[in-house]
């Protein structure tokens, strides 16, 4: 069953069985925070390493659950977005975030597109990865041009299931180890393994599209402190999902390419259907393919309209108000209007709404930015110059992220549930730690 709230909005579900019924939101930020990055990374450590890493993956599940969950916090209990509270601490925050959704749109749109393509490419044959690469762009902007929320939450839930299912049945037929499993629970760090470590713990989940969380709740109509139980429950779901099916692809890496010297790219997933073909007949490199392709097309919709959104939400709070200036014009708004978690008296609660806008001309704008002018990276063997800049930017925006998240919940602006308690804090300041650690190596190794 449901609730209704005093002004005749749905309220939350009450009973477990009703809460399962909702959950949404999480399931889509999950699928598409695990793409084919993820799937090799994941791959590559247990090749190496077998299963004594697995420690490290269910770690780094956690920590962006921590991470998942104060995202949602915020929009439920200030009834702003993050885009908002990014403001609020000024225009470098802002700025840095604009200039990375720009760069690492233009490079990640050719990367998305070229996931999609290598199993379609694997599947079915015909054209070069590169045109069936175009293909998939170019029908992921048709389908999230076209649809509405309820729709894409709907497709995208299919894909999970396909990919889970998919993933986790091969992880069954390689028949692994127990033993090796639950001893891999046990934390370890086997010489050299340092990087590899920092790096499964730091990649499972996404990185800027976890900030696009907070929409599809707003989409699915989730508003105030009311919906905290609702977004946790739904948030564990995702993640728990996520760990579920990045423990069965380190089994896999493990039983079937351990000791293989693998390169970390996309082609070493198609490495792993050719091994489960040669050992189990074709139907099992097929059955691996379609997860594969699951995969990689749940991460490419997601992105397509989860990062839209954002930069929608940008285009906005860009010409609002920054820093101090934006906090006394709150203050002052909030001392003559008496509001709840649902509005802000700033005149921000029309671009909350706005930020879902999925047919808006920024959203559409950002749309064809993801898709048209990368497939001219597809063309390139090694973008090297601007890979270079994006994968800096990239591993900046985790720590950006985790702090601004620590500051944000920690301020006056929060009350009640919505402000982070010491366990928040912990988990909080422990993956902004590692997610610096992971930019200083990633400096080191690029410019020596």
Known sequence: MTTTSPVGELGPPVGFKAKVKQVGPGLLAAATGVGAGDLVATMVAGAE??????WAAVLGTGLKLALAEGVGRWHLATGTTLLDGWRRLG?????????Y????????GATAMSAVGLPLNALFGGLPVRYWAMIAGVVGLVLVWAQRYHVFEKFMTVLVLIKFVSVVS????????????????VPRLPEGSVVNVLGLIGGVGGTITMAAYGYWMIAKGWKGTRWLSMMRLDNTV????????????????????RGQNLTSSDSGLLTLGTALGETYGDWARIMFLIGFLAVTSSSLLGVWNGVSLLFTDWTRTIRLPHGRKA????????????TDATTDPTGTATGYEAAVAERSLPFRGYLLWLTIPPMALLFLDRPFGLTLVYGVLGSAFMPFLGITLMLLLNSKRVVGDGRSGWV?????????????????????????
């Open 49 to 54: 390493y077998g299963m004594v890493l697995l």
């Open 91 to 99: 225009y470098w925050a802002t700025v840095f975030f604009g200039a």
């Open 327 to 338: 906090e006394a014009e709150l203050e002052a708004a909030e001392a003559e209007t008496a």
């Open 424 to 448: 928040s804090n912990v988990l909080l300041t422990g993956a902004s730690a590692l997610f610096v650690v992971l930019l200083v190596i990633d400096l080191i190794d690029r410019f020596g």
């Open 101 to 108: 959704i720009i760069i690492w749109g233009f490079v990640y």
């Open 170 to 185: 091969v992880a069954l037929l390689v028949s692994p180890n127990l033993g090796e499993v639950f001893s891999g629970l």
């Open 238 to 257: 995702g993640y728990v999902m996520t760990g579920i099916f990045v423990i069965a692809m380190l089994i896999v890496g493990a039983e079937m390419l």
